[in-house]
């Protein structure tokens, strides 16, 4: 997989997160068959979060894990899951 830390229309708040490692605010899945209905949970019983779809995880030039975008498939197994699970949460606010 070609891989490049330069993406057009990225935000700054997405580039932000994509330059921090995974926590309790930020979730990297490389797939959106990934991501499971725990993730919202974890995120919706703590202060909120962000799970970017189409990023793995490497260990950047300062030893520090940072995200990459790598892409996906939005047609994918996965993607009706996501839109169901982050749909429910949407209608709890």
């Given at each position: 997989m070609k891989r490049s830390k330069e993406y057009k229309g990225l935000t700054a708040d997405?580039?932000?997160?994509l330059a921090?490692?995974?926590?309790h605010g930020v979730?990297?899945?490389v797939k959106p068959d990934g991501?499971?209905?725990?993730?919202?949970?974890?995120?919706?019983n703590?202060?909120?979060?962000?799970?970017?779809v189409g990023?793995?995880?490497?260990?950047?030039?300062?030893?520090?894990?940072?995200?990459?975008?790598?892409g996906c498939s939005i047609k994918g197994p996965?993607?009706?899951s996501?839109?169901?699970y982050s749909s429910k949460l949407s209608t709890l606010n």
């Open positions: 997405t580039k932000r997160l921090g490692q995974e926590g979730d990297f899945k991501v499971k209905a725990e993730d919202f949970v974890a995120f919706a703590g202060r909120g979060g962000t799970i970017l990023v793995a995880e490497e260990t950047g030039e300062h030893g520090l894990q940072e995200g990459v975008v790598v996965g993607a009706p996501i839109h169901k």
